[in-house]
């Protein structure tokens, strides 16, 4: 069951970080730092081609520099991140990347109540019983490290 609950949580957390919805805006309207989303004529296509969605002719990236006749974004790569500048005139469709904050909330709530879940069920102990005289003492004995002297301290016995 535990396994089920850690499994159920991994597949949680994936699914419910970094909820971002692109709203349709004019290149003019995006700032410094926005996450956007650039459609591209087939010209900067071509020529960004390892950035480039192909499902959509677009670009994914943060806005570093607005310019009268270009825009500057970062773009990310698996292995490293590099900066181009696109020319207004080749932006056909731009997109500004909202958080969706429904999503992130509940997918928050989520994740807390599988982490209250699997704390709940780790706390019932799973069956096992306290070893002990019956007391209230639990004599368990669990070694946290243990080492071992080379030498004896018998002196001549």
Do not use: H
Request: aromatic share 8%; glycine share 10%.
């Amino acid at each position: 069951m535990m396994t089920k609950l850690r499994s159920l949580l991994l597949v949680l957390t994936v699914l419910s970080t970094a909820c971002v919805s692109y709203v349709a805006t004019d290149v003019s309207q995006v700032s410094p730092q926005d996450k956007v989303r650039l459609e591209l004529d087939a010209e900067q296509v071509n020529e960004l081609i390892t950035f480039v969605d192909p499902a959509n002719r677009s670009i994914t990236g943060r806005v570093v520099n607005l310019f009268a006749d270009s825009v500057s974004v970062v773009l990310q790569t698996p292995a490293s991140f590099t900066q181009v500048s696109i020319p207004r005139r080749s932006i056909l469709g731009a997109y500004v990347g909202v958080a969706d904050t429904k999503k992130n909330f509940i997918g928050s709530a989520v994740i807390v109540g599988a982490v209250a879940a699997i704390a709940v069920k780790g706390f019932q102990g799973n069956g096992n019983t306290r070893v002990g005289d019956g007391g209230g003492i639990d004599e368990t004995r669990v070694p946290f490290f243990g080492f071992r002297i080379p030498f004896s301290f018998g002196f001549g016995r």
